[in-house]
């Protein structure tokens, strides 16, 4: 992406299209595309930290177009909440929002999906430009329709979908970012490649080796392999029910332990990235005891663990117990008829081969079984 400072392709899920536009120092150009909306006003769902470090850049140009209104909210996944979901709502019409304003979403994951939720019930559907400003939002969650706050009980149990007008990427913009929110980014990826696309296996450890994360021509690497991971299993599935579940590898015990981390350390806690390759270390297992994947399989996924410089264990202070509570909550209810005592999961039969069939990836799997993977994740000292 280097001296590249403009481009653009096309999200095609079905009959769902948006464009991404993306390239290295380009708030400007990004600035100028928007105000080809008309926009009679500029709803900005943010978080504190993006707002310090970025809103100067993009705020005062944004206004030179139409009135921009901020919602900005601490950092973290508590941000997705029914709470800040209808003070945003109620922010946005005090402030005169119409039919004809656009809301924008400038951040990592956590406002893009509150803004995603916000712009859906706005007026019954209002416009959504997404502006990620980490690794996992311009690689993984804007490349999806779906939409999704928390409930007290779990993660994304209330939400919608909603195509955006454009998806705009300023490389320029990760340059502040923290290692630990590069390497989430990484973590998606490396769910796609382990999940969907095992060839790229080997330029990821490439890339690991290198350890240059943040160069242009990483993130470009990463941009194009989520986009072609991403798009070719939601070609028949818009809305991620069917084959594209695929995509939620590593994410059911992932989303629990990074909800029972957030509610421990609050934003300190661990990052998504880093929860969902926990996640995947325990499907790995998981699949192992059910004698599906190997014994080699499942070293690849410890063997790029490490190679991410993320843990492969649990934070400390994490109680198995209120893991599976999450657990048995999980958004996947439904896909699949499970009893009371399964969880609906995406495993592997082997690297990008789901165990269950490719156009529903889901297997039924004992809480007991799961159980004793999320055990395998607890430090030895606790």
């Known amino acids: 992406m280097s001296g590249i400072n403009w481009n653009e392709c096309s999200v095609d899920f079905g009959e769902a299209s948006y464009p991404y536009y993306f390239g290295e120092d380009c708030l400007d150009r990004i600035v ?56 945003c709502l109620e922010q946005a019409i005090a402030a005169g929002a119409s039919r004809q304003s656009v809301v924008v979403a400038f951040g990592g994951g956590v406002p893009g999906n509150l803004a995603g939720v916000v712009a859906s019930l706005l007026f019954r559907g209002v416009r959504l430009v997404h502006i990620p400003t980490t690794t996992v939002a311009a690689m993984d969650s804007v490349i999806s329709l779906k939409q999704a706050i928390n409930s007290t009980h779990g993660k994304n149990h209330i939400g919608t979908y909603r195509t955006p ?62 986009l072609e991971a991403k798009c070719s299993v939601m070609a028949q599935d818009t809305y991620e029910q069917r084959a594209g579940l695929i995509l939620e590898y590593g994410h059911t015990v992932g ?26 270390l325990a499907a790995a297992r998981i699949s192992n005891a059910m004698g599906a994947l190997d014994d080699a399989a499942v070293a690849v996924h410890e063997e790029l663990a490490r190679a991410l410089g993320v843990g492969t264990e649990m934070p ?49 799997v004992p809480l007991g079984i799961v159980k004793e993977a999320v055990a395998t994740l607890v430090p030895d000292n606790q």
């Open 32 to 87: 100028a595309s928007m105000a080809g909306y008309g926009a009679d006003r500029f709803l900005v769902v943010t978080d504190d930290n993006v707002l310090q470090l970025h809103g100067e850049k993009l705020l005062p140009a944004l206004a030179r177009v139409a009135p921009v209104d901020v919602f900005s909210r601490p950092a973290g996944d508590g941000a997705k909440s029914l709470h800040n979901l209808g003070a």
């Open 316 to 364: 400390g202070g994490l109680l198995i117990e209120d893991v599976m509570d999450v657990v048995r909550v999980d958004n996947k209810r439904g896909y699949l008829t499970v009893s009371g005592e399964e969880a609906a999961m995406v495993l592997l039969g082997r690297l990008g081969v789901p165990l269950g069939s490719h156009d529903l990836p889901l297997t039924a």
């Open 255 to 280: 989303h629990a332990v990074e909800m029972c981390d957030q509610r421990l350390r609050g934003s300190d806690g661990l990052s998504h990235g880093e929860a969902v390759m926990l996640g995947m």
């Open 165 to 226: 007008e454009a998806v705009y990427f300023d490389a320029g913009l990760l340059s502040t970012l923290p290692s630990k929110q590069l390497r989430s980014g990484l973590c998606e990826a490396t769910k796609n490649c382990l999940a969907i696309r095992p060839q790229s296996i080997a330029q990821m450890r490439d890339r690991l080796a290198a350890g240059d994360l943040a160069s242009p021509q990483t993130l470009l690497w990463l941009l194009e392999e989520s």
